[in-house]
């Protein structure tokens, strides 16, 4: 299995009042890493969706650990356990700066085409996961 691993560093727009990361910042985080995991493989969102391919998402958990807090640099690990089928599942886990777990999460992404009508995972999708040791 492949896990993506991505730095960022938490900007003061993503906290609350005590410094803590706000909790919905989260999102954003595990799309970037969604993102940057499939560029990463060979999968370029832009280029799926040129090629008809959209995938919006349709579940989404997090269950929260620590706080992660002002300036400090975050890792974001994804990664996929299974091929996808007309849906995709990406799992997550966030680490402070010390190694220590923030959070954990899954989003469950569904593939569509441009009528909004659900389509299989396509063969391009499928042979880059498998080149990465994701299996069924």
């Excluded at 896990?3 to 560093?9: A, I, M, Q, T």
């Excluded at 990664?79 to 997550?92: A, C, G, I, S």
Aim: aromatic share 10%; net charge neutral.
């Amino acid at each position: 299995m492949y896990k993506h691993h991505l730095k960022v560093r938490v900007r003061y727009s993503e906290t609350d009042k005590m410094g803590i990361v706000y909790h919905g910042n989260f999102v954003p985080y595990f799309e970037i890493g969604r993102v940057e995991l499939m560029r990463k493989i060979g999968l370029v969102y832009k280029e799926l969706e040129d090629d008809g391919i959209l995938m919006p998402v349709v579940h989404l958990e997090i269950d929260f650990k620590h706080p992660a807090v002002y300036d400090e640099e975050i890792t974001v690990e994804t990664w996929v356990e299974e091929l996808p089928t007309t849906k995709m599942v990406f799992h997550h886990q966030v680490f402070n700066e010390s190694g220590k777990l923030v959070c954990t999460g899954s989003v469950i992404l569904v593939f569509i085409n441009h009528q909004f009508k659900p389509i299989r995972a396509s063969e391009k999708i499928i042979a880059a996961l498998k080149a990465k040791g994701v299996k069924l």
